[in-house]
């Protein structure tokens, strides 16, 4: 065996002679006992820069046939190997690169060709012939050498002339009309085709990088024009809010007309033959690693704005468009389509729709298409971000032809409204400073919080208050916030008719983003928070300030401006009036226990008398806890999370004739709760917070001996009406002190009781009082609900902090979710709890299904 010493190739152990007998004798259509393999000849099959994601050996392999004189013949053959242990292993394993390629090369293009063969149009090839293809000891495809049948790459630097622009979008779209029939003869091509470039699972590996090439990205362009660095501000806080989008953006439409993309479409992925005369006689694409189903526009502006030359990309984009579609409307009704054929006006619409496709891919691949030949480029070099990765990107991003096309492009794309990334109707800087770690949303800018000052202070002249600055950060540390997004924004004022400087601080609460907004199965939270700030909670107060008693039951919210792309809720900052948590894995003392206790009677008893005046709650505060369905959708998602608790605490000595039978109630403990949770119309009913442990609690001290004297509630995210126990129980085992929980609890039902009753009459209750052993049948009756509160909330309670903590790593079993789950669960002052707490649950006879049931007869 030879290498080429000039390419420096370096050959693979696996690369042996016997491994190219089956694909020279698919090659020759020979048995492998006709010939003898008598060498090999490996060779670097691309320059560096023309191939990112695969190594290409070019492998001239010498054959003599036993039936001939024995002169050797050579068969060349391009050999596609998976990249050796790198970023770009990692990546092409994510995105399932090689099976789907394979999976292309083996079936889908065959029967792509298949159509117009036996249609009549025989000179319809797509791609080259694949000879062999192997996953052992690495992933390999063999393919036939197209060079050896004259095919050769355009230069990708000086881009597609008009000719070889026209041959290749009617080759594109004879792939795609063919694509579409075969989907419709043999049904949808399957998960494997579902997602291309961007991909979910594609989210960890984009956030590892995501920081670095955007302070990347704001460096040079702010060495560019004056408007491509107004553009660098506007995308200053995309984040992984670009990610986000591209995944929709990319992901087929059912409404609409989806073909099958090649995907990385670019003047490097396709090869021309030409005449004697120079004129081109045929095209084959190669490199099918990204084809996925969706929109056609995802090829058409992959190609238009990377391989066209940069002289008319833009100025003939129409032209271009309609002769795609031309071919396209041809193909479909040559291979007898029956279906719906997209009008060229709604092919338009579909490119504006995909233009933030085509920006990223002006930001990724035209870079690459422009830049002149390096020895050291790989996609390993463009991820990297140390020394050597800044020093290859800045190659690419100040090349002069580069900077040249992207100061037009980005005006093409700033005018066709791309930088209005969520789509809320500007394509403006934030204006506002925040945190350097916090991924600021791009709604919360400073039109946003002057929105807010105005309607908090007013519009006249006298009362105008002027914003001079505003700075943000996250409002809650890793693990003390799962269900939102909590963000701390400090504003400084200047109230110009009195000459006073002020300080306005807010807490804007949203949605969390990315992955972790999947794990939010219950989608009305914003609707019942919301109807709680802005309605009850108001009239709850209102209720006492009539009886001559001020009350505060939670924060202030003020009504964001409409038309934001997510539900944002607006709250005063009470850290400010010197509210703040408890320390969480501590749990609460008898002091502080009684404290929140006595807001819970507080907010029970207002709820209670609002109801009794004739008031009605809306459906979604008193039907939730009875929906079956989102029960057992929820028992599914914490499943991963409870097979992980139970596997440490077989592990336990303590715990060992306990753990069958806490499974058998935990795993469907949101099912049981439909029944613990059943509504006694004949009882006493409160609205509960629903969410009542001590993260959402905040304490205010004195100031003359630092006690705890009162308390506000935070997220009223799941309320629900029905028994006071529900708050009673979760509040009890999630937040009380390991040594108060169990030993106190009759202590502290008769102080809730105790309070409950007195802010009852105070308010003028008119019903029966709900009595002291009332309450403690109930809190039996439904105790239940303290093994869900035991074995999901208690450990967040306990946990150390981590820069880990989420939701998703509490359920996933990756790295950071095993990580997460040990911290979780394996977790010394959990294991102390449940020293008490399982004995007590057998004690209690809870640990069996049965007693889910608050209404059995006695």
Same mark, same amino acid.
């Given at each position: 065996?030879?290498?080429?010493?000039?390419?420096?190739?370096?050959?693979?152990?696996?690369?042996?002679?016997?491994?190219? /007998?089956?694909?020279?004798?698919?090659?020759?259509?020979?048995?492998?006992?006709?010939?003898?393999?008598?060498?090999?000849?490996?060779?670097?099959?691309?320059?560096?820069?023309?191939n990112?994601?695969?190594?290409?050996?070019?492998?001239?392999?010498?054959?003599?046939?036993?039936?001939?004189?024995?002169?050797?013949?050579?068969?060349?053959l391009?050999?596609?190997?998976?990249?050796?242990?790198?970023?770009?292993?990692?990546?092409?394993?994510?995105?399932?690169?090689?099976?789907?390629?394979?999976?292309?090369?083996?079936?889908?293009?065959?029967?792509?060709?298949?159509?117009?063969?036996?249609a009549?149009?025989t000179?319809?090839?797509?791609?080259?012939?694949?000879?062999?293809? !192997?996953?052992?000891?690495?992933?390999?495809?063999?393919?036939?050498?197209?060079? %050896?049948?004259?095919?050769?790459?355009?230069n990708?630097?000086?881009?597609?002339?008009?000719?070889?622009?026209?041959?290749?979008?009617?080759?594109?779209?004879?792939?795609?009309?063919?694509?579409?029939?075969?989907?419709?003869?043999?049904?949808?091509?399957?998960?494997?085709?579902?997602? $291309?470039?961007?991909?979910?699972?594609?989210?960890?590996?984009?956030?590892?990088?995501?920081?670095?090439?955007?302070?990347?990205?704001?460096?040079?362009?702010?060495?560019?024009?004056?408007?491509?660095?107004?553009?660098?501000s506007?995308?200053?806080?995309?984040?992984m809010?670009?990610?986000?989008?591209?995944?929709r953006?990319?992901?087929?439409?059912?409404?609409?007309?989806?073909v099958?993309?090649?995907?990385?479409?670019?003047?490097?992925?396709?090869?021309?033959?030409?005449?004697?005369? *120079?004129?081109?006689?045929?095209?084959?694409?190669?490199?099918?690693?990204?084809?996925?189903?969706?929109?056609?526009?995802?090829?058409?502006?992959?190609?238009?704005?990377?391989?066209?030359?940069?002289?008319?990309?833009?100025?003939?984009?129409?032209?271009?468009?309609?002769?795609?579609?031309?071919?396209?409307?041809? !193909?479909?009704?040559?291979l007898?389509?029956? &279906?719906?054929?997209?009008?060229?006006?709604?092919?338009?619409?579909?490119?504006? !729709?995909?233009h933030?496709? &085509?920006?990223?891919?002006?930001?990724?691949?035209?870079?690459?298409?422009?830049?002149? #030949?390096?020895?050291?480029?790989?996609?390993?070099?463009?991820?990297?971000?140390?020394?050597?990765?800044?020093?290859?990107?800045?190659?690419?991003?100040?090349?002069?032809?580069?900077?040249?096309?992207?100061?037009?492009?980005?005006?093409?794309?700033?005018?066709?409204?791309?930088?209005?990334?969520?789509?809320?109707?500007?394509?403006?800087?934030?204006?506002?400073?925040?945190?350097?770690?916090?991924?600021?949303?791009?709604?919360?800018?400073?039109?946003?919080?002057?929105?807010?000052?105005?309607?908090?202070? &007013?519009?006249?002249?006298?009362?105008?208050?002027?914003?001079?600055?505003?700075?943000?950060?996250?409002?809650?540390?890793?693990?003390?916030?799962?269900?939102?997004?909590?963000?701390?924004?400090?504003?400084? +004022?200047?109230?110009?008719?009195?000459?006073?400087?002020?300080?306005?601080?807010?807490?804007? #609460?949203a949605?969390?983003?990315?992955?972790?907004?999947?794990?939010?199965?219950?989608?009305?939270?914003?609707?019942? %928070?919301?109807?709680?700030?802005?309605h009850?909670?108001?009239?709850?107060?209102?209720?006492?300030? !009539?009886?001559?008693? *001020?009350?505060?039951?939670?924060?202030?919210?003020?009504?964001?401006?409409?038309?934001?792309? /997510?539900?944002?809720?607006? +709250?005063?900052?009470?850290?400010?009036?010197?509210?703040?948590?408890?320390?969480?894995?501590?749990?609460?003392?008898?002091?502080?226990?009684?404290?929140?206790?006595?807001?819970?009677?507080?907010?029970?008893?207002?709820?209670?008398?609002?109801?009794?005046?004739?008031?009605?709650?809306?459906?979604?505060?008193?039907?939730?806890?009875?929906?079956?369905?989102?029960?057992?959708?929820?028992?599914?998602?914490?499943?991963?999370?409870?097979?992980?608790?139970? $596997?440490?605490?077989?592990?336990?000595d303590?715990?060992?004739?306990?753990?069958?039978?806490?499974?058998?109630?935990? #795993?469907?403990?949101?099912?049981l709760?439909?029944?613990?949770?059943t509504?006694?119309?004949?009882?006493?009913?409160?609205?509960?917070?629903g969410?009542?442990?001590?993260?959402?609690?905040?304490?205010?001290?004195?100031?003359?001996?630092?006690?705890?004297?009162?308390?506000?509630?935070?997220?009223?995210?799941?309320p629900?009406?029905?028994?006071?126990?529900?708050?009673l129980?979760?509040?009890?085992?999630?937040?009380?002190?390991?040594?108060?929980?169990?030993?106190?609890?009759?202590?502290?039902?008769?102080?809730?009781?105790?309070?409950? /009753?007195?802010?009852?009459?105070?308010?003028?209750?008119?019903?029966?009082?709900?009595?002291?052993?009332?309450?403690?049948?109930?809190?039996?009756?439904?105790?239940?609900?303290?093994?869900?509160?035991?074995?999901?909330?208690?450990?967040?309670?306990?946990?150390?902090?981590?820069?880990?903590?989420s939701?998703?790593?509490?359920?996933?079993?990756?790295?950071? &979710?095993?990580?997460?789950?040990?911290?979780?669960?394996?977790?010394?002052?959990?294991?102390?709890?449940?020293?008490d707490?399982?004995?007590?649950?057998?004690?209690?006879?809870?640990?069996?299904?049965?007693?889910?049931?608050?209404?059995?007869?006695?």
């Open positions: 065996m030879t290498s080429s010493a000039s390419a420096a190739v370096s050959v693979p152990e696996w690369m042996t002679k016997e491994y190219f /007998v089956d694909a020279i004798a698919v090659k020759l259509g020979k048995p492998a006992t006709d010939f003898t393999i008598t060498d090999l000849d490996v060779r670097r099959a691309t320059e560096a820069g023309d990112y994601a695969s190594i290409l050996y070019r492998v001239r392999v010498s054959v003599r046939l036993h039936n001939t004189d024995g002169t050797p013949m050579d068969i060349s391009i050999v596609k190997a998976l990249p050796k242990l790198s970023l770009t292993d990692e990546m092409v394993k994510l995105m399932n690169l090689f099976p789907k390629e394979i999976a292309m090369y083996t079936d889908v293009l065959p029967r792509l060709e298949q159509l117009y063969h036996q009549g149009r000179s319809v090839h797509f791609g080259p012939r694949c000879l062999k293809h !192997s996953t052992e000891p690495t992933d390999v495809i063999v393919l036939e050498d197209l060079r %050896e049948r004259q095919f050769t790459m355009a990708r630097r000086q881009g597609l002339d008009m000719e070889h622009t026209r041959l290749v979008l009617r080759r594109m779209a004879q792939f795609h009309a063919a694509s579409v029939v075969l989907e419709d003869h043999r049904g949808p091509y399957g998960e494997l085709f579902r997602e $291309g470039m961007f991909t979910e699972k594609g989210r960890a590996m984009s956030e590892q990088f995501q920081k670095g090439q955007a302070d990347f990205f704001q460096k040079i362009m702010r060495c560019w024009s004056e408007k491509a660095q107004h553009c660098a506007v995308m200053q806080h995309w984040g809010d670009l990610f986000d989008s591209l995944i953006v990319t992901r087929a439409n059912r409404k609409g007309f989806n099958l993309n090649h995907g990385d479409m670019w003047c490097n992925n396709i090869l021309f033959q030409y005449n004697e005369d *120079s004129t081109v006689n045929d095209i084959l694409l190669i490199d099918y690693q990204l084809s996925f189903w969706a929109s056609p526009a995802i090829d058409l502006i992959y190609f238009m704005f990377t391989s066209v030359n940069g002289d008319f990309k833009l100025s003939q984009m129409n032209y271009l468009v309609q002769y795609y579609h031309e071919h396209l409307v041809d !193909s479909l009704k040559f007898g389509y029956t &279906g719906t054929v997209p009008l060229l006006k709604e092919l338009h619409s579909d490119i504006i !729709s995909h933030l496709f &085509g920006y990223m891919i002006c930001f990724s691949i035209l870079p690459i298409c422009l830049m002149e #030949k390096t020895d050291d480029a790989s996609m390993d070099l463009m991820l990297d971000q140390g020394a050597a990765g800044e020093s290859f990107k800045l190659k690419m991003y100040t090349n002069p032809v580069y900077v040249r096309q992207m100061e037009q492009l980005m005006e093409y794309f700033f005018d066709m409204g791309v930088h209005d990334l969520l789509q809320i109707g500007t394509q403006r800087p934030a204006r506002i400073d925040c945190d350097p770690s916090l991924e600021l949303p791009l709604w919360l800018d400073r039109e946003f919080v002057e929105h807010i000052v105005d309607a908090k202070f &007013g519009i006249a002249p006298e009362d105008k208050r002027t914003v001079r600055s505003v700075y943000t950060k996250n409002a809650a540390k890793k693990g003390d916030s799962y269900a939102a997004a909590l963000y701390s924004v400090k504003v400084e +004022l200047l109230w110009k008719d009195a000459g006073v400087e002020e300080t306005l601080s807010l807490i804007v #609460k949605p969390p983003k990315g992955i972790t907004a999947s794990y939010s199965l219950d989608k009305e939270v914003y609707v019942r %928070e919301l109807y709680l700030y802005e009850l909670i108001p009239a709850f107060e209102a209720l006492y300030r !009539s009886k001559g008693v *001020s009350v505060k039951l939670g924060p202030r919210y003020y009504k964001p401006r409409v038309g934001l792309p /997510v539900e944002v809720i607006v +709250l005063e900052d009470l850290t400010i009036s010197g509210y703040r948590m408890a320390n969480r894995q501590d749990c609460l003392d008898q002091a502080h226990l009684e404290v929140a206790l006595n807001h819970l009677a507080q907010f029970h008893a207002a709820s209670a008398v609002y109801s009794e005046s004739g008031k009605t709650l809306p459906a979604i505060l008193t039907a939730s806890s009875a929906d079956r369905q989102m029960a057992a959708k929820t028992d599914h998602m914490f499943a991963p999370s409870l097979d992980s608790l139970f $596997g440490y605490m077989r592990e336990w303590f715990a060992g004739e306990f753990v069958d039978d806490l499974e058998t109630v935990a #795993k469907q403990i949101y099912q709760l439909v029944d613990t949770w509504l006694n119309p004949d009882g006493f009913n409160v609205l509960n917070h969410d009542a442990w001590l993260n959402n609690m905040l304490f205010a001290y004195n100031d003359y001996d630092g006690s705890v004297d009162r308390m506000a509630l935070i997220d009223f995210q799941f629900s009406w029905g028994s006071p126990v529900f708050d129980i979760h509040f009890l085992f999630s937040s009380a002190r390991a040594d108060l929980k169990l030993s106190k609890q009759a202590y502290f039902l008769r102080y809730y009781q105790e309070r409950l /009753v007195h802010n009852l009459v105070l308010l003028g209750y008119g019903k029966p009082l709900p009595t002291l052993r009332q309450l403690h049948l109930d809190f039996n009756d439904r105790l239940t609900a303290a093994i869900k509160t035991v074995v999901i909330d208690l450990p967040y309670v306990l946990v150390d902090d981590t820069d880990d903590a939701q998703e790593a509490a359920i996933v079993q990756t790295e950071v &979710g095993q990580r997460f789950q040990k911290l979780l669960f394996d977790n010394e002052r959990y294991k102390e709890q449940l020293k707490l399982l004995p007590y649950f057998r004690s209690r006879g809870l640990l069996t299904p049965l007693a889910a049931n608050s209404k059995r007869d006695k």
